[in-house]
């Protein structure tokens, strides 16, 4: 299957519902679709300045795909639905199947995929029972080719997703998994709140894919030897619950331990599969292995371009949408908090909640933030209610003058809410630090 018997199919499913057919524009846009590329790259072949404007045409497709295939078509899912809607009940239209994948190497227009560019369609095993379901997935275009990137072309053997709970994590590497299965023999997700036995995990996954008897004084080494026998991929989600409550970050719990071992080990020995370790912290683990002599990767979460998410959610005043993103748009379900109490006592306008002049902090955000504040040290807290009294970054030198506490706990406080993606770290003549609007508010208020 070429990529111009693809651009066949997607015409005439167009031309049914528009009584048109493609005009350049998209079929260069299906083009690059395909071919994993961004907005920004296929703007830059077309000669269009903005990515905005490939964006909307992309939409414009993915909408009349949608409606005529009866299947949620999105930008990160193009490739992969198109397949299988070609492979299923639409085969009929075109030649051949199709198996295309947008993380593959690009081909030319004129060129088949070859067997060795095609993705293993493993019959392998799934557990993916505790793996969120997605109903809105927004642009994270370079995250999840980043993740690609190391872990389908590098076979990075740990990789953590790191960033303040409600920032993403979680939905992005789902979409990953969703994106990327047939690449992996062994797909297992696991979430540390609902089971911390790592005892418990191993037996689960050595009996589900291999059915085999466990051999209680050798279960590590049957563990270690599916991991280099098969292409595994083991997500544990809700990494955090491992470590201690009221000290420094990314401390492990005495009776967690076991899975301080195992991290070390994964990284050190031989094998084909990948951890990833969803997470509020970073565990200590991660920070002192370096990148460089270790096939391990942190990717640290930030937040979104909320546009398109405004405008799904039907508020108005877009000329305010600058402002409201700047007080609550670092964390996405903060923003969603919000925007639902706008459209209830607002009618969605937020000009008019901006005329309030003060900054709200909900009772869900008020919740979701005690149970992060209950996880900090006493230096940790002492600093955060130092820093909530300050409108204006600070350097460490002024915080120290007004604490009393020493330099060594001071330096660690701060380091430790950094790894808690609490604290923003601002470069410059002098290392400065803030808290986002929201946290400061929480604190001054609550605390």
């Known amino acids: 299957m070429t990529i111009t018997e693809i651009l066949q199919f997607v015409d005439r499913v167009v031309e049914k519902q528009t009584e048109k057919h493609l005009d350049d524009l998209e079929k260069a846009v299906v083009k690059g679709l395909l071919q994993g590329k961004t907005y920004s790259e296929i703007a830059d072949e077309c000669g269009y300045k903005s990515k905005n404007y490939i964006g909307d045409v992309s939409r414009k497709l993915f909408k009349i795909l949608s409606e005529h295939l009866k299947e949620d078509i999105s930008k990160h899912n ?13 085969v009929g239209l075109v030649n051949s199947k199709i198996n295309w994948c947008p993380n593959s190497p690009q081909a030319d227009a004129s060129q088949s995929i070859t067997d060795e560019e095609k993705p293993t369609k493993s019959t392998g095993y799934r557990d993916l029972t505790l793996a969120p379901k997605i109903t809105h997935f927004y642009d994270r275009t370079t995250e999840l080719q980043t993740l690609s990137r190391w872990l389908i072309d590098q076979n990075v053997h740990l990789v953590s997703v790191l960033g303040l709970s409600g920032i993403g994590k979680t939905t992005l590497v789902k979409q990953f998994v969703d994106l990327n299965l047939p690449h992996f023999e062994v797909v297992i997700w696991k979430n540390l709140k609902l089971s911390q036995s790592l005892d418990g995990i191993i037996n689960e996954i050595i009996t589900g894919v291999n059915h085999d008897s466990i051999q209680a004084d050798n279960k590590l080494t049957q563990f270690f030897n599916l991991l280099r026998q098969q292409r595994c991929l083991i997500i544990l989600d809700d990494v955090q619950e491992l470590f201690i409550k009221g000290e420094l970050a990314g401390e492990f719990k005495t009776e967690s331990k076991n899975y301080q071992n195992l991290l070390t080990t994964i990284a050190n020995i031989e094998h084909q599969s990948s951890f990833i370790l969803i997470s509020q912290e970073q565990c200590q683990e991660m920070i002192s292995l370096n990148e460089d002599l270790y096939p391990i ?47 209830s006592i607002f009618g969605g306008k937020v000009a008019d909640f901006l005329k309030e002049d003060s900054l709200v902090v909900t009772k869900d955000m008020k919740s979701r933030f005690t149970e992060l504040f209950k996880r900090l040290s006493p230096t940790e807290q002492e600093i955060l209610l130092q820093l909530s009294k300050f409108d204006v970054p600070v350097s460490r030198e002024d915080l120290s003058q007004s604490l009393s506490m020493s330099s060594m706990d001071l330096m660690n406080g701060l380091r430790s809410l950094g790894q808690r993606y609490l604290l923003q770290r601002i470069e410059g003549e002098k290392v400065l630090f803030d808290l986002s609007l929201v946290v400061r508010e929480y604190v001054r208020i609550c605390c």
């Open 78 to 90: 193009f490739s992969w639905t198109i397949e299988r809607v070609i492979n299923s009940q639409f």
């Open 297 to 343: 990767k942190c990717l640290d979460l930030q937040g979104l371009d909320h546009t398109e998410i405004l405008k799904k959610w039907g508020l108005k005043d877009d000329e305010a949408w600058a402002e409201f993103s700047h007080m609550y748009g670092e964390n996405f379900v903060d923003l969603k908090d919000i925007a639902s109490l706008i459209k």
